[in-house]
């Protein structure tokens, strides 16, 4: 299992909230361990890239939608978004988060909004994206409030507590199978299962191409480490130092063919329904 220290998390995300880099390298072995995202360097190199994406650097875990007028366009606009906002229109929702979140999620949106299951007048500002993963929509905060068995729905805001926030990203990571198209190495279906479709999917595959060496040169450095760390025991225990290397290889390769389970193994499918798409 690979392990991210802060300090590693810190090279990785100059720009990241110390709270939730912080979070990520307490908290993960516990949330994200069981789901086999940390049993690969690649997984764990599409999870952040992905969370990246979606909370600015991990710098935040509630959406913004104080947006510009061109931002609006660029995201919300005709031909990006089912919302189809025009620049006039982009001009009137700038700065206003709530009215844009009505008009992108919610009443102001119906096909969206039948999507996510928004049915009240709020429910688009209320049920915006939180979290590392963002889920939107009150369907989805009910949905994965149940999973993780917390009254989401009732107190959207509680997903994006760090307590919370992690398990909802491990909870949709393992409702959708995405570690299948991580270990076929396909961002495009990795970024559809995550956000519904293609957007910022440039924006995914830099971050995913600048952290997959990176994450692989902590995992081989953690590998050495445990080799070296084992040759310590076998020359204590024996009395005699030397370089072991030869003979750990050999008992990993044993301990491979006996328990292929425990090396190989997909993450746990929780049997839970797919979520609807995001955009």
């Known amino acids: 299992m690979i392990a991210l220290s802060q300090s590693d998390l810190r090279s990785l995300f100059p720009k990241g909230s110390p709270a939730l880099l912080g979070d990520i390298a307490e908290r993960a072995p516990l949330v994200l361990g069981p789901i086999g995202v940390l049993d690969k360097p690649e997984r764990l190199a599409h999870f952040l890239a992905q969370a990246s994406a979606e909370t600015g650097g991990l710098s935040r875990v509630v959406e913004s939608l104080r947006y510009s007028a061109r931002r609006i366009v660029e995201v919300f606009g005709p031909g990006v978004h089912s919302a189809r906002i025009g620049a006039a229109e982009a001009r009137r929702l700038a700065g206003d988060e709530y ?57 959207p805001d509680r997903a994006s507590d760090l307590e919370t926030a992690l398990e909802i990203a491990a909870a949709y990571w393992s409702a959708r199978g995405i570690n299948a198209a991580c270990d076929a190495a396909d961002i495009v279906r990795v970024t559809k299962l995550v956000n519904g479709g293609r957007q910022g999917l440039r924006h995914r595959e830099r971050e995913f191409a600048r952290l997959a060496p990176l ?39 044993k301990l491979d063919a006996a328990f292929p389970e425990a090396r190989s193994a997909p993450a746990n499918d929780n049997g839970h329904a797919k979520a609807p798409e995001r955009a």
């Open 99 to 155: 009215a844009l979140g009505e008009r992108v999620y919610g009443l102001g949106n119906p096909k969206k909004a039948s999507e996510l299951g928004n049915v009240e007048r709020g429910d688009g500002f209320a049920f915006r994206g939180r979290g590392y993963i963002q889920i939107t929509g009150r369907y989805n905060y009910a949905r994965f409030g149940d999973i993780i068995g917390k009254p989401l729905e009732n107190d």
């Open 215 to 253: 994450i692989g040169a902590i995992a081989d450095r953690q590998i050495d480490m445990a080799r070296s760390e084992t040759a310590d025991i076998i020359a204590a225990a024996t009395g005699t130092p030397g370089d072991y290397s030869a003979v750990i290889a050999e008992l990993q390769q």
